[in-house]
């Protein structure tokens, strides 16, 4: 038999990531031996070793890497599903009868076109009500895949359109968002290195997959807390040019010379069929 259970995976999937099973069977609120047991049965019904257990800890074998990625995406899949069709069915707390889509921004970029493209959308026949979920950096193929998002506005280099159908929608270029009383705010351009080379002002820092990436800069949580740290003198972002929509009177962006520049993308699940989806994505690439 092929077929494996949700909570199979969900424990395997939990044992794998803690490498631990004390930690897993309190991650899954269970107890520890129903779940060893759990995965002794899965691995024989596999007829494959998943872990290698000995004194020093848990280790994944090849099949196991392989099952924590399938694993991974199958939950996502049926996460995912149950999300879309509580929404398509009004069933999702929002308290709407009507067909809804959810889009995915990166909180503060393409602030000019995504206020096109609502305004655009909402004025065609049938349009679905649109409701617009800001991100923080790289979260939005997350969202995708776990079904908290229909389609999202994703940024060539910094997402991964793997596994997403997508249609290219404008490029531009980059900007360092710095304090309007700092020195380099006075310049007309920068580089990157000028940029993230500054002792006094560290770069800010995003999550990404769940972590931040070392550094002095200060871990940010969403785009108000950025702003207020700008505007403090107390670090600096580097941003699409699109950014400069949401500046305040106490930042200043100057245009970087050498960094790539940034595509924006429309992507969505390569196996949607909705029509309000298509709908939208028809008047995103019309703009």
């Given amino acids: 038999m092929d077929a494996l259970e949700t909570r199979e995976l969900r424990y395997f999937v939990a044992v794998a990531e803690e490498l631990h099973f004390g930690r897993a069977a309190a991650r899954l609120g269970m107890a520890q031996p129903p779940l060893s047991r759990a995965i002794q ?25 392989m099952l924590l990625h399938e694993g991974r995406a199958a939950l996502d899949a049926a996460t995912a599903a149950v ?8 069933a999702d707390g929002t308290g709407s009868s009507r067909n809804r889509l959810v ?16 305004d655009a959308y ?5 349009a679905a009500e649109v409701e617009v979920l800001p991100s923080g950096t790289c979260e939005q193929g997350e969202m995708l895949r776990d079904g908290r998002a229909d389609v999202a506005l994703m940024h060539k280099p910094f997402n991964s359109l793997v596994g997403f159908d ?16 700092h020195p380099l705010a006075a310049r007309g351009s920068l580089t990157v290195a000028e940029v993230t080379d500054l002792p006094d002002l560290p770069l ?16 940010i949580r969403d785009q108000t807390q ?6 403090l003198g107390r670090t600096v972002a580097v941003f699409p040019e699109s950014a400069r929509a949401w500046l305040w009177a106490e930042h200043t962006a ?6 790539p520049p940034v595509v924006t993308h429309i992507a969505w699940p390569a196996h949607s069929r909705s029509l309000a989806l298509a709908a939208l994505i028809r008047t995103a690439t019309r703009l």
């Fill in 122 to 126: 909402a004025a065609e026949p049938g």
């Fill in 254 to 259: 100057v245009p970087l010379t050498d960094a």
């Fill in 41 to 65: 049965q899965l691995e024989r019904r596999l007829g494959v070793r998943l872990l290698e257990r000995d004194r020093r800890g848990v280790t994944l074998t090849g099949a196991g890497e």
């Fill in 166 to 181: 997508s249609e290219e929608l404008m490029t531009e270029g980059q900007v360092a968002i710095l304090p309007a009383g």
């Fill in 204 to 219: 800010a820092r995003w999550a990404r997959d769940g972590a931040y990436p070392p550094g002095p800069g200060p871990e």
């Fill in 226 to 231: 950025l702003a207020q740290l700008i505007a």
């Fill in 83 to 90: 999300r879309r069709t509580r929404r398509a069915g009004g």
């Fill in 103 to 118: 889009l995915a921004v990166k909180a503060g970029s393409s602030h000019e076109l995504l206020h096109k493209l609502l």
